[in-house]
């Protein structure tokens, strides 16, 4: 039913200041950008392999994107998977009394969109999408990779979002670990909630770059607070809008 990561979606204070990370110092670039008045957000789109990163600025205070900000702060917010029709999906999910946000697709910047319920998916905020002519792989220096949720129950949240969007296992030898999702197309990788601080939801992200050298330097230039090792840097929160970041290196074939 779902294709792969389409974007994930991170909720900033502003969007011009975001820029200067996301965009300038990681180096994706932009898709789009567009107001959305009523949902009373700015949205933009940066490319990101597969996948794009969504960044989001509330612009109103009484919707969910503002509520979000007020209560945690930035950061990690929604994925959203891509459907070939997000509209038979939802008929799907409708049909199962999936809890659902929207009952009816609408527009968004990915295109056709619809969120359903966190409750439907162990607390994750989830959105199907239908680009206008789908999405292609774009160039970028710094690609997603993997999506970490924590989990009260990571074999049963792999299995319920396998049963709601067919979403296939990518084997690990994890024991208390599952992974979905698809190489090259984004992964999910369910985690006990008690590894990673007790928090259940998204807690962080994992892109790959295929020359580490130019984006460390590009990230000591812009004074990221970070941990730099042999292949990999972790970008702390404060430095990148809420995220806990992980970049490694990635020899593409
Ligand atoms: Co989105």
Redesign the pocket.
Known sequence: MVTKIH?V?IVVERLDRAYGFWRDTLGLPLVRQAEIPDQGVRAALLAAGESEI?LLEPTTPDNGVARFLARRGEGLH?V?FETPDVDAALGGLRAEAVPLLDERARQ???GR?AFLSPAACHGVLV?LATPPHGTQSQDSPVRLKRLVIGCREPHAAARSYQRLFGLPEVAINGGARCMLGWEGGGTLLMVPAAEVGDVEGMVALSMVAPEMAPLAERLQRAAAAMLVGAAEVTVEPRSSHGVHLHISRYHFP
Do not use: N, R, T
Request: proline share 0%; aromatic share 0%.
């Open positions: 974007h979606g969504e929604h959203c968004g910047l990915a969109i959105e």
